[in-house]
């Protein structure tokens, strides 16, 4: 058995109006070429002029995952030659980059676990090949789109722990707005770092698997080049340091150069952008935009609420969820119970339909209503799961749903007792048939309150003044 060592390198396009070093829209678009600027084709005698938005979400994340944030950023240029880089070189961070030596919290089967991070810099996408049979088409509307790196340390020994700091790491994108961090939009891609060792202490030699684009492809290229390394190991044989690509069509990977053809890339400063001094009021008011973000609010609600992590996990999976959940705290709701209608009825009725929780009729408040409904006694649970599945779907509040139906329960002790004394009254033998042992009678008795009252008496109130008024002595 060897222990596998996963390290992640996390391409992530920023959320901006317009690319990171020209004014052309950052935008997507099924047109090809349509978003270009001169700067993003790298026409002779242009000027990249840094988008200051760019910079602002790049340090919104570096402080979300806890990074040193450096006086100074600078630019460096990176050169290498494909066909979906015009100007020959990309204009990344090298020497200062946006944030250094942070973490980030995930969890897996219970267990809290640090994934430390190298750095994160902030850099621009290239543009876009079009494969089709024996020629390729190039669309630069991707090209100089704003992009942030993040580096994870070889830190990870498992694919549970992987798949996890990405969905953290996209969690967290999400939650300050910096990215829409959609996979299927080529948005969030990652390069995956894979190496087998014997023992805790030892990297083993790393493979490293380009560009892979969803959660699911780093799932199985990390299984398969898991499982491609232990056999060579097994059979005596030993690793070669390659950079290898993942063929999601026959789930495997393949070599695509080998650690002697490594590109030296001659990185040196991007002389059009001088470093970027980062004044510290500025960061402070960044700060103060980056929401309580998952793992926090995760905590909070179990520690504070008393929830389990299974269910604050699928609170806080859209922070638009958390804030739904906390509005109705706010409101003054128990926090188990409006978790249980949340996720429950509501999650249900918003997986049917594929609504937002932002689209939602019903609001916190009125979810707050319902449960007031409850917890008096005018409904009973039963009756408030249905008035909120008709609120749901008919957009009626359910305080003018219960007045519809007429489905209101008579909630007050008093107003059952007077039933209950009518009962008792109708039946006069029931007391001795009670003390002679048939104790079951009460249950004919709540019965009887429930018929007059066509089930609108709450039940448990009912029981509990039938049980009281049996006992009686005349
Ligand atoms: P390089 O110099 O080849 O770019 P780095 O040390 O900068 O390598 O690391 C690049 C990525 O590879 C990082 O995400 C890092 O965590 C990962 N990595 C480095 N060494 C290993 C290893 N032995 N096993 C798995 N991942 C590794
Ligand atoms: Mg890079």
């Not at 250094?100 to 640090?114: H, R």
């Not at 329960?409 to 039933?419: F, K, R, S, Y």
Request: proline share 4%; net charge negative.
């Amino acid at each position: 058995m060897y222990i596998p060592t996963i390290g992640l390198e996390v391409h992530c396009e920023l959320k901006t109006n317009t690319k990171n070093f020209s004014s052309a829209a950052n935008a997507y678009s099924e047109i090809p070429n349509r978003n270009i600027a001169t700067v993003d084709l790298g026409l002779p005698g242009i000027l990249p002029v840094i988008n200051e938005n760019g910079v602002k979400q790049s340090l919104k994340m570096a402080f979300a995952m806890h990074c040193e944030i450096p006086e100074f950023m600078t630019f460096e240029r990176k050169n290498y030659f494909y066909p979906d880089l015009p100007k020959g070189y990309q204009i990344t961070q090298f020497d200062q980059p946006v944030g250094v030596n942070g973490y980030l919290m995930i969890n897996v089967n219970g267990e809290d676990k640090k994934v430390l991070i190298h750095d994160t810099h902030l850099e621009e996408d290239t543009a876009s090949l079009d494969h089709y049979g024996n020629y390729s088409l190039i669309d630069y509307n991707r090209a100089g789109v704003p992009l942030l790196e993040t580096v994870t340390e070889p830190c990870m020994h498992s694919v549970e722990e992987a798949i996890a700091f990405l969905e953290s790491l996209r969690s967290v994108f999400l939650y300050c707005g910096a990215s829409e961090a959609r996979t299927d939009r080529g948005q969030m891609r990652c390069d995956v770092n894979v190496s087998l060792s014997d023992s805790e202490n030892i990297l083993g030699t790393k493979v490293e698997i380009k560009n892979v684009n969803s959660f699911n492809n780093v799932k199985e290229a990390i299984i398969t080049e898991i499982k491609r390394q232990t056999e060579i190991l097994e059979a005596g044989g030993s690793i070669a340091q390659e950079t290898r690509r993942y063929d999601e069509n026959n789930m495997c990977t393949y070599s695509m150069r080998s650690k002697e053809d490594a590109i030296d890339y001659k990185y040196f400063k991007e002389p059009n952008i001088p470093p970027i001094k980062i004044e510290r009021e500025w960061l402070e008011e960044i700060k103060k935009e980056i929401p309580a973000l998952q793992y926090e609010r995760i905590t909070t609600y179990m520690e504070e609420y008393g929830l389990s992590r299974y269910d604050a996990t699928i609170l806080v999976k859209e922070k638009e969820m958390a804030e739904y959940f906390e509005e109705t705290l706010k409101e003054g709701a128990d926090p188990k119970s409006a978790c249980n209608w949340i996720t429950s009825v509501i999650l249900g009725h918003m997986n049917k339909y594929e609504i937002p929780i932002t689209k939602l009729f019903l609001t916190p408040k009125m979810l707050v209503e319902l449960m007031e409904l409850v917890s008096s006694g005018k409904i009973s649970s039963k009756q408030a799961k249905e008035v909120l599945l008709k609120s749901l779907e008919e957009e009626k509040s359910p305080a003018s749903l219960v007045e519809e139906l007429g489905i209101e329960q008579i909630g007050t002790d008093d107003e059952i007792l007077v039933i209950v004394k009518e009962v008792f009254g109708e039946h006069p033998e029931v007391k001795e048939q009670y003390k002679a042992g048939r104790t079951n009678i009460v249950d004919f008795l709540v019965g009887q309150v429930m018929k007059k009252t066509r089930g609108q008496a709450n039940p448990a109130t009912t029981r509990k003044l039938v049980q009281e008024e049996i006992v009686k002595g005349e």
